[in-house]
C-alpha cells in the first residue's frame, strides 16, 4: 500500500503541475530511507514518470539510487527530525529571552 500510496501522489501531483515532467524523487525519513524494497517497488512501476532504478545502487544502499538512464534522478536523503526541532527550538528560545512571551 505504501508504494501504491507514493505512486499515486508523484502521479498526481505530475498532472496537477500542468504535465510537467518529474525531475527528481526524493525517499527519505523512516520507510523512505530504509526500504529498498518500496523504493524497487515505486520504480518498477513508474517509468512512464521517467523514473528507472539501479538495482545495484538500490541494494548497496546509495544516495543516487537512478540509473544512468533515468531521465528522473530518484535520491535517498537520511532524515534528522529531532535535529531540525532541536535547531527550531533554540531559535525560538533566542526570540523568547529577547522579547518576551509576547514574541
Known sequence: MTSF???EYSAWT???DGLRPLDTL???AGIGENAPLVW???????PWLGVGLDEERNR???????NPNSSVDVL???A????????????????WNQDGPGL
Do not use: K, N
Open 14 to 16: 505530475t498532472v496537477a
Open 60 to 66: 548497496r544502499g546509495e544516495e543516487v539510487v537512478s
Open 5 to 7: 500510496r507514493a505512486l
Open 26 to 28: 526524493v525517499f527519505t
Open 80 to 95: 534528522d527530525e529531532e535535529r531540525a526541532v532541536a535547531a527550531e527550538m533554540s531559535i525560538l528560545r533566542s526570540l
Open 40 to 46: 524497487e517497488r515505486i520504480g518498477a512501476a513508474a
Open 76 to 78: 535517498v536523503i537520511p
